[in-house]
């Protein structure tokens, strides 16, 4: 099982799904990733992009994120998280939002934009410069966003378009196997 580790859902449980279709974050990474980003959580749209059980977005919810969306492209996850969350805190379905897709999502995205985006694609993901391009160029970023990627260290991330799309590194970091690098605009 997954625990929700701290905020106002603190000790709840959500399903483990099967380990061949996802790996998710280390309680230790959430929890470390979401200490980084106290302080701009309150009342923050936040996207968990490859939300897998959703527990990276259950917990910024938990610590106080005012809306969330889940981008998953397989339905069966969708469909998991969407029960837990009907079942466990009916009460705000309405500020939470599993939805099934994948980078064809962007394009034409009419909905709330993220204040802080989460992305943790499986390890060895070899899109990263069509993920990032897409959200960049789709006007998915406000001017004034965190985002957060979580990557098996020995990834390769196209480091050298930063500045192409306004974009700096705040702060990378090892948590076993997993590094995680906070992005932000340049001009922030």
Not at 27 to 54: C, E, H, I
Not at 130 to 150: C, D, K, P
Request: hydrophobic content about 40%; charged content about 20%; overall charge neutral.
């Amino acid at each position: 099982m997954i625990r929700i580790q701290s905020g106002r859902f603190k000790g709840r449980s959500l399903p483990l799904p099967d380990p061949g279709k996802v790996r998710p974050s280390s309680g230790k990474l959430r929890s470390a990733v979401l200490n980084m980003l106290q302080n701009d959580l309150p009342g923050a749209v936040f996207w968990d992009l490859f939300a897998g059980s959703g527990a990276v977005g259950l917990e910024a919810f938990s610590r106080g994120a005012g809306e969330v969306l889940f981008l998953e492209k397989d339905p069966g996850l969708v469909r998991d998280l969407s029960a837990w969350i009907k079942k466990e805190i009916p009460e705000e379905a309405s500020r939470l939002h599993p939805v099934c897709g994948d980078l064809s999502f962007f394009p034409g995205w009419k909905g709330p934009l993220p204040d802080i985006l989460f992305a943790d694609p499986p390890y060895g993901y070899t899109q990263w410069p069509s993920l990032l391009n897409a959200l960049f160029e789709n006007g998915i970023l406000t001017h004034n966003f965190i985002m957060v990627l979580e990557y098996h260290r020995k990834d390769s991330l196209p480091w050298e378009s930063l500045p192409h799309w306004g974009c700096r590194i705040l702060s990378h970091h090892i948590y076993g196997e997993s590094g995680v690098s906070l992005l932000l605009p340049s001009l922030r």
